[in-house]
């Protein structure tokens, strides 16, 4: 590993390959494509997502790829829910804690005490006093919907469609094979619907509708 490394450093050899990222290197390595951990070319934290479909889903939707807390972090939900593997309001779940990570990152905050040191209440009442004016709990979580609209509408006009918000075909296609959630894969497509659902976004390209530019004063 060491050595690897080194050669990572030093650009030699394969280390050259693997110095460009997951997503380049396998391009270069024939047959690793399908199962080279990462979206939109940023590699996955470390969450086992074919039992967890929250997370599979905000690995692929998150603007900038496999980040686990870029939207939030739903496996901490849905596994004290017990709802790891179900899809029926995953949409709903991922939309949510992505507006509340938005805000918390905005307002640099650490998410982790989130709810039990401070909530929703708190966090606007805090954005009321940095900002000088006063801020409900439900415009405060507008903004951070507003956010998380904009940043898909950026993507979109740099080339992202639906098709890229993927996983790797072995989270997809190859079960699970031991453990509590033994046979499961991530119903990719399924999930995504149920988000683009929740965003009020077209199903079928995962785009936002017009007016939702036009309320951020962006040009369709």
């Known amino acids: 590993m060491i050595a690897m490394l080194k050669k990572i450093v030093k650009k030699e050899g394969l280390g050259r390959i693997l110095s460009q990222g997951t997503r380049y290197a396998a391009t270069q390595i024939p047959g690793s494509e399908s199962f080279a951990m990462h979206a939109k070319g940023l590699e996955f934290g470390g969450y086992e997502c074919r039992g967890s479909w929250g997370q599979a889903l905000q690995f692929a939707i998150n603007a900038r790829g496999g980040c686990h807390h870029g939207y939030g972090l739903p496996a901490r939900v849905e596994h004290i829910k017990g ?90 296609q190859e ?36 007016e939702a530019y036009e309320k951020l004063g962006i040009t369709y």
């Open 175 to 210: 079960p699970l094979p031991d453990g509590p959630n033994k046979g499961s894969v991530v119903p990719l497509e399924q999930l995504k619907d149920d988000y683009y659902r929740a965003m009020g976004w077209d199903i079928s390209t995962g785009i936002p509708p017009k």
């Open 83 to 172: 709802l790891g593997t179900t899809v029926t309001g995953k949409g709903e779940m991922v939309k949510n804690a992505a507006i509340r990570r938005i805000i918390c990152d905005s307002l640099i905050l650490c998410t982790f005490p989130f709810p039990k040191i401070y909530n929703d209440e708190t966090v606007s009442a805090l954005f009321s006093a940095l900002v000088g004016r006063e801020f409900s709990t439900e415009e405060v979580l507008k903004i951070g919907e507003n956010v998380q609209t904009m940043e898909r509408i950026f993507n979109i006009r740099e080339g992202l469609t639906r098709e890229d918000d993927r996983l790797p075909l072995r989270l997809i």
